[in-house]
């Protein structure tokens, strides 16, 4: 299905690149996920925030269909996932992620293709031009054809997101891409996610930083196994409904540590007086 197809009006709710009702996950009686209601519009840069174990990557798992829900349905652009697979860019955690698998860089971009060029053909000229534009895209082209495993966490964080760019895919998802990289990868996937979001793409990010959403994120969800809130950045992110997901915990991860205040002046030095 092409990028610009058509919707059809009577799919369920095809105006939100990404639809969940009434979804509910649990990890034997434990409830992960629990009565989730969310829309993102298309277009937008969003971030998914909460503390840790509050299902924001279940979340991520469930919407792709790796995790299979006790009730409730996810959505994409009004279709089921399973008729989304090739429209959806996905870049994991690192974690989750075999690194000792004997592969190079461009053989994992490359991988981006195999829905569009079949699993048993071999990429062409044309498919590997356009791994390597990936590539280059992230300052990676250099590292085509180093083993995967020989990489930084950055580098290798730079490599799976070009295997999501290279699928030209109009929603991008991504868990956690800042996590232990550093600040030079950091600032290369923000201004690439921008870029994409501002030529019509969806971003969808689960983030860790709380000092960073208000200036690099649009749209905002805010969740602690239900959604707490969710819109636009400038209305949802408020003291208040972090402190709803956070708890006492806010003070410590949600601003830096302030200054120590100046030294007071020594009363015993007068400004007229000349000093040794």
């Given at each position: 299905?092409?990028?610009?197809?058509?919707?059809?009006?009577?799919?369920?709710?095809?105006?939100?690149?990404?639809?969940?009702?009434?979804?509910?996950?649990?990890?034997?009686?434990?409830?992960?996920?629990?009565?989730?209601?969310?829309?993102?519009?298309?277009?937008?840069?969003?971030?998914?925030?909460?503390?840790?174990?509050?299902?924001?990557?279940?979340?991520?798992?469930?919407?792709?269909?790796?995790?299979?829900?006790?009730?409730?349905?996810?959505?994409?652009?009004?279709?089921?996932?399973?008729?989304?697979?090739?429209?959806?860019?996905?870049?994991?955690?690192?974690?989750?992620?075999?690194?000792?698998?004997?592969?190079?860089?461009?053989?994992?971009?490359?991988?981006?293709?195999?829905?569009?060029?079949?699993?048993?053909?071999?990429?062409?000229?044309?498919?590997?031009?356009?791994?390597?534009?990936?590539?280059?895209?992230?300052?990676?082209?250099?590292?085509?054809?180093?083993?995967?495993?020989?990489?930084?966490?950055?580098?290798?964080?730079?490599?799976?997101?070009?295997?999501?760019?290279?699928?030209?895919?109009?929603?991008?998802?991504?868990?956690?891409?800042?996590?232990?990289?550093?600040?030079?990868?950091?600032?290369?996937?923000?201004?690439?996610?921008?870029?994409?979001?501002?030529?019509?793409?969806?971003?969808?990010?689960?983030?860790?930083?709380?000092?960073?959403?208000?200036?690099?994120?649009?749209?905002?969800?805010?969740?602690n196994v239900r959604v707490i809130a969710q819109g636009p950045v400038a209305q949802v992110y408020t003291p208040e409904n972090l402190r709803a997901a956070y708890g006492r915990h806010l003070a410590m991860i949600a601003a830096p540590p302030a200054p120590p205040p100046p030294a007071p002046p020594d009363p015993s030095l007068d400004e007229t007086t000349p000093l040794p």
């Amino acid at each position: 299905m092409p990028v610009d197809a058509p919707l059809d009006p009577a799919l369920h709710e095809p105006q939100f690149a990404l639809h969940v009702e009434d979804l509910t996950v649990s990890y034997g009686a434990t409830p992960a996920l629990w009565d989730i209601d969310l829309d993102i519009p298309p277009g937008v840069m969003a971030a998914i925030i909460g503390p840790n174990g509050s299902g924001k990557s279940t979340l991520l798992k469930t919407a792709l269909g790796l995790v299979k829900p006790v009730a409730g349905h996810v959505r994409f652009l009004g279709f089921p996932v399973a008729q989304m697979r090739g429209r959806i860019g996905y870049v994991p955690q690192r974690q989750a992620v075999d690194w000792d698998f004997p592969t190079t860089a461009r053989d994992v971009v490359e991988m981006g293709l195999y829905r569009s060029l079949g699993w048993f053909r071999r990429p062409g000229r044309a498919a590997r031009a356009r791994a390597m534009a990936a590539l280059a895209e992230l300052g990676m082209q250099d590292y085509a054809e180093r083993q995967i495993s020989q990489l930084s966490g950055g580098q290798q964080q730079r490599v799976f997101l070009a295997r999501a760019l290279v699928q030209e895919a109009p929603i991008l998802i991504l868990d956690e891409p800042m996590a232990g990289v550093d600040a030079a990868t950091e600032a290369v996937i923000f201004d690439l996610l921008k870029r994409l979001r501002d030529q019509g793409r969806t971003v969808i990010v689960v983030h860790h930083d709380l000092t960073t959403v208000q200036s690099h994120f649009d749209w905002l969800v805010i969740m602690n196994v239900r959604v707490i809130a969710q819109g636009p950045v400038a209305q949802v992110y408020t003291p208040e409904n972090l402190r709803a997901a956070y708890g006492r915990h806010l003070a410590m991860i949600a601003a830096p540590p302030a200054p120590p205040p100046p030294a007071p002046p020594d009363p015993s030095l007068d400004e007229t007086t000349p000093l040794p």
